[in-house]
């Protein structure tokens, strides 16, 4: 079954400062990987995805994410932190099974920026 | 158009008392999913809905949960006899439903306390 690992449950950076989120992985198949944001009393709001093709994600708002299977990483990456970006980040593995796409979710990262 | 919706925002229980929680996913959306996000969890998948298949329920903790999806549209998620562990915070999602890495609509979620 797959697994995610995010390394950090709480990470802090000055604004302007890079970001960089971890997350590994474990599947069986090659994996669809995710990463979502969550604010404060809202849902989750997709920022990238990776499916096939080109290993550098874009996503909103800034962010990016390079799948690399041969280190099962997929770390979310931001050259300049802005305050708005303080939230909890998500990433996520997709487990394809009989249809259902379940979404493996790791622990989370809560993102804070120091001013 | 409108996103995923989820009613009510913030629901107070005592335990031993049923609890409805309702997701009204995106229109055209043949895929919904319901998560949990707990503490001590994280975010866990618990049922899938595609289309007039039948459910994967294999994500439901017990038998006091129960979904239904009726007309393919509107997704009811039915506690039976609360437990202070079912306290969480309950997200849906819904998808196009299309065939690879399908992205998931997250609605704001329902807060459930159980006293």
């Known amino acids: 079954a797959q697994s995610v690992t995010q390394l950090g449950s709480h990470v802090s950076v000055s604004e302007g400062a890079l970001v960089l989120l971890r997350c590994n992985y474990s599947?069986?198949?090659?994996?669809?990987l995710f990463w979502y944001v969550q604010y404060p009393n809202q849902g989750l709001q997709l920022l990238l995805k990776?499916?096939?093709?080109?290993?550098l994600v874009k996503g909103i708002n800034g962010f990016e994410a390079e799948f690399k299977k041969s280190e099962t990483s997929f770390h979310l990456t931001k050259p300049s932190a802005h305050m708005s970006d303080a939230a909890e980040y998500f990433c996520?593995?997709?487990?394809?099974?009989?249809?259902?796409?379940?979404?493996?979710f790791g622990q989370g990262t809560r993102l804070t920026i120091n001013p | 158009g409108a996103g995923v919706s989820q009613s009510p925002s913030n629901k107070v229980t005592e335990k031993g008392k049923d609890v409805e929680l309702r997701c009204d996913p995106i229109?055209?959306?043949?895929?919904l999913y319901w998560y949990r996000q707990s503490l001590g969890q994280g975010l866990e998948f618990l049922i899938y809905?595609?289309?007039?298949?039948?459910?994967?329920k294999s994500g439901l903790p017990s038998d006091r949960f129960s979904a239904e999806r009726t007309g393919g549209s509107v997704s009811t998620l039915t506690i039976q006899r609360t437990q202070q562990e079912d306290s969480a915070v309950y997200l849906c999602?819904?998808?196009?439903?299309?065939?690879?890495?399908?992205?998931?609509?997250f609605g704001p979620g329902t807060r459930l306390t159980v006293l």
């Open positions: 229109s055209g959306h043949t895929a």
């Open positions: 809905f595609q289309g007039n298949s039948a459910p994967d």
């Open positions: 990776y499916t096939t093709g080109a290993t």
């Open positions: 599947s069986s198949v090659p994996p669809y």
């Open positions: 996520a593995v997709s487990d394809l099974v009989g249809g259902a796409q379940k979404l493996v």
């Open positions: 999602a819904s998808s196009p439903g299309l065939a690879g890495a399908d992205t998931q609509y």
